[in-house]
């Protein structure tokens, strides 16, 4: 991928940015952080490393950020809202949503869960939860690179973010789908 734009993807911090977090964003072109944020210190902190897009979710105060952001990134249209899945794929209302607009990349949390999955055309793309550590799933944070021809998404597991390989991988080639409307 040639120039290409570096988007470090966070969410589910619950007031928590801790320094491997900090750490990893470092050099991101853009930080997007899903919702679940906890604390008014946070996003001022990420926008000290790089341009912050950020959701509310449910933990949130309704005037931390808006429920549902729409952007576009090196001609990839990205829609940033934190509770979108439901019972292993988009929500209804999500559907409806993408039927009359549609999206090349939706981000979204919640879950604490990593996942990365195409559907219909369209990534769907979950970090997983980079907060405290719950459900017994690992802490991982999501690294995304977009150019106009494709997609590099990658989650790491924190705790082995310097040693081990991503933990989801995942390239994208536009050539081979088209969302145009």
Do not use: Y
Not at 43 to 50: D, K, N
Not at 139 to 154: C, I, Q
């Amino acid at each position: 991928m040639t120039s290409s734009v570096r988007l470090c993807v966070l969410s589910d911090t619950h007031g928590r940015l801790a320094h491997d977090v900090v750490e990893f964003c470092q050099g991101a072109d853009h930080i997007f952080h899903a919702g679940d944020v906890g604390s008014d210190l946070i996003l001022p902190e990420l926008e000290s490393i790089a341009p912050v897009a950020s959701v509310s979710g449910n933990v949130d105060a309704p005037t931390l950020a808006p429920v549902r952001l729409k952007t576009v990134i090196a001609g990839w249209r990205i829609m940033i809202q934190h509770i979108v899945w439901h019972r292993g794929g988009p929500s209804r209302e999500l559907k409806m949503l993408l039927g009359r607009e549609a999206m090349d990349l939706v981000i979204f949390g919640h879950s604490h869960q990593p996942l990365c999955r195409i559907i219909d055309k369209t990534v769907f793309f979950n970090p997983g939860s980079c907060g405290p550590r719950r459900f017994n799933l690992p802490r991982t944070v999501g690294e995304v690179f977009l150019d106009a021809s494709g997609g590099w998404f990658r989650i790491f597991d924190l705790l082995h973010l310097k040693d081990a390989p991503p933990i989801i991988e995942f390239r994208f080639d536009r050539r081979r789908f088209s969302n145009e409307s």
